[in-house]
Each structure stands twice: as C-alpha cells, then as structure tokens.
C-alpha cells in the first residue's frame, strides 16, 4: 500500500546520494572504490573554529535559538557581506538556517506560487529542480554547454522570461560545472532582471571562495537588482563544515519576514553550538583558509592535465568551486565494459561498476551529455581515478 502524497510521488530522489550510497554498499563488500560524488572537502575544519565550539559547549550554551538565528551571528554575517561584497544587509535582513538549502527552499517557499515559472540556467545543482517543483513551480531550464563555459547570455535569458516568470535560481560559482560569472557578465543580467522587477533572483554563492580568478562578484552588489535579490551562503563548503549545516540569506525585509515564518514552522533555529563556531568563522579574515583554496587549485590543474590525455573527455578548465564536469557523449551509441552508453548515467554506472569509480551523471544536473567529478580528495585518489577511468575507456 502507498498512501504518499502526490508531491512526494513527483519528486526524485538526489542521484549525488543515490552514487555516493552504491559507492558505499561495494565499499562494504570490500571493494576499493575511488569516490568523487560528494562536494565535501577533506579538510578538517580550521582549529580555531573548533576551540570556538568546544568553548560554546564548556560555556554551557545549550538552548533553542532564535528562528532567524543568534543576532551576534547577524552582525558578524551583515559585516561579511559589507567587507567581503560590498552589500548592505542589516541583521534584520538575515536568515541563519539549516544549510544553504533550506535558505534556499525558504525562499521558494515563500515567494512560489502554483504554476508561477522559475528560470534554471542548466546545468544546475541537482536539488533546485525538485525543490522548484516541491515549491509548486515550473521549472524553465535554460541549457548552456560546454563551448559557452556553461554560462547563460543576457540574450537567453530575456527570451526565457514571460509573464509567469516568478525568480531565477543560479550559482556563481557553479556546482556542477566550477564556472564563475565575471562582474561584466553578472551586470548584463541584471540589466535584464532589472526590467522586471517582480522576478527575484535567488543567487547560490555558497563557494564564493573557492575560485581561482581573483575577487568574488555578487550580482546585488548593482542597485538596480539590491532590492529583487536574494543572496544565498554558508560555512559549509568555505570551512569544511559541511555537517555543522549553517547557511544563511541577505535578501529584501519583506522576503526575510517570509523565510522567517517558514522556518519557525518548519525547523525553528539552527544549531546552538554550529551557530556559535560561525561567528568564529565569518568574524575571520578570508586569508586563513587560503591553504585550501591552493590545494583545491592544485588538484584542479592536476585532473585538467590528466583528463586532457583521455580521448572522446571534452573538458574546460573550471574557475571555481571543486568539480569537473566533462563531456562524454562521444561516447554515446557504444558498449564499454558490457554496458550499452545511452546517457551520462549509464557511463557513471560503467564507472562505478567496473571501474570502481563513483561520480554522478549529468541527467540530474540537466545536462545529460556530461558527468561530474569532484576533486574534493587527495591526490593519490585522483590520480588512481582517471588512471581507472582511462584503462576502462580503453
């Protein structure tokens, strides 16, 4: 018997878990697999961070938060953006949730209704689809490729707006593909966004510091579109805390009070004692974490030379976050290892099966020609990941 509700029967399961959780079934019946699903860094939190928390817990600090988080943590949220962004979000504009997901469910939530369109460049992070359709919404996917750096044009983006277009849901930098929108690039949207001042942008800048171009752009940062944006962060990936789930939003009042009240029946406040570790984190200057932003770097030059050398990869250099997300559908129509290739999944399923590798299809990005890769690992593993990717392929 299924008595689920028609919204849980739409929706679909994150095909990233889906990987990473077969990965760990062969894993259990002892075999070595190389893992690259998750956008986790392997890092250990930073030290200073930690005493931050041990002292929380020692202070004896323990209770309910407030639902829009600790005011202190506000504050120091509310100087970041001015220091880091140049954005000017009082600490009543501020959400403090369980993630940058749930920021960004909250912000659906409130402002979708049935029907009303959301404009999803592709490819995109697995969970915006589903959460757009969770929320009610149409998803519009605007494609990109490989060739265009996986960005969307000004022009692509006007031709996907209609009367029904309720937001526009992006990340810079990207996951899956590692791409960053310059300044230019993010100024020429907003000239559009600004045209239609009922579209909220919902701007996913959880790597804002994992990119290797220089100073991190924001599109609130142009007044024309401040007062229609929603800015979405965290310390998950910035500081390898990715299980403490402290995310947080800058967005309008009116959109905040929403977030607010969603929040308050839904989970309540975050974590005391995550909450008082990301004071620590956010109050810190961005420099001390720069021995990650290097290593990350490094191990992308090192896949980009590495993939480079596999015939029928088509790959570009990301400038941001930590993924490859190359195409493969040279490889479509063949048989490889047994498997019939149809799609990008079926070519992550070869991997993990006969190779031992575990990445994620691209189907569930939106881009079914492609596959991702996360060199969120050592060296060691990533090195011993292609050299088994390549052998298979031969």
Not at 10 to 24: D, E, G, H, I, W
Not at 157 to 176: D, G, M, R, V, W
Not at 185 to 210: C, F, G, M, T, V
Not at 378 to 388: C, I, N, W
């Amino acid at each position: 018997m299924d008595l689920t509700s028609n919204r849980i029967k739409q929706l679909s399961y994150s095909q990233t878990f889906v990987m990473s959780n077969k990965a760990r079934e062969l894993k259990a019946q002892g075999i070595n697999v190389v893992s690259l699903t998750l956008g986790e860094p392997d890092f250990n939190i930073p030290e200073f961070v930690r005493e931050s928390a041990v002292k929380a817990i020692n202070d004896g600090v323990k209770s309910y938060t407030p639902v829009p988080g600790y005011i202190e943590l506000r504050q120091s949220i509310s100087k970041k953006f001015k220091r880091d962004n140049n954005l000017d979000y009082k600490p009543e504009q501020i959400i403090i949730s369980n993630g940058g997901k749930q920021s960004i469910i909250n912000v659906l939530l409130s402002i979708v209704n049935d029907g009303d369109e959301v404009i999803v460049p592709a490819p995109y992070w697995v969970s915006y689809y589903e959460m757009v359709k969770l929320a009610g919404g149409t998803n519009i996917v605007v494609e990109t490729s490989i060739d265009t750096d996986f960005k969307i044009t000004p022009e692509q983006l006007e031709k996907a707006i209609t009367p029904k277009t309720k937001a526009l849901l992006f990340s810079s930098p990207c996951n899956p593909s590692g791409s960053v929108y310059s300044k230019d690039e993010l100024h020429a949207l907003a000239r559009i966004l600004a045209k239609h001042p009922n579209i909220i942008i919902i701007s996913d800048e959880i790597y804002e510091y994992i990119n290797y171009v220089g100073k991190h752009e924001s599109i609130a940062q142009f007044p024309e579109v401040f007062e229609q944006t929603a800015t979405i962060n965290g310390v998950s990936k910035s500081y390898a805390m990715t299980g403490w789930r402290i995310g947080y939003m800058g967005a309008p009042l009116w959109l905040t009070k929403a977030c607010d009240k969603i929040q308050g029946q839904m989970t309540s406040g975050a974590n005391c004692i995550a909450q008082m570790a990301a004071i620590t984190a956010v109050d810190a200057d961005p420099k001390v974490i720069n021995y990650m932003i290097e290593a990350f770097q490094s191990r992308r030059d090192l896949m980009f030379g590495l993939l480079s050398e596999i015939e029928g990869i088509k790959i570009n250099k990301p400038a941001g976050a930590f993924y490859f997300f190359p195409d493969i559908s040279a490889f479509f129509g063949k048989t490889i290892q047994g498997y019939k290739i149809k799609n990008s999944d079926d070519f992550a399923m070869m991997l993990l099966e006969k190779a031992h590798v575990a990445t994620v299809g691209g189907v569930s990005f939106g881009d079914p020609n492609c596959i991702r890769l996360s060199y969120a690992a050592s060296e060691e593993d990533l090195r011993e990941a292609v050299k088994r990717i390549k052998k298979a392929l031969e």
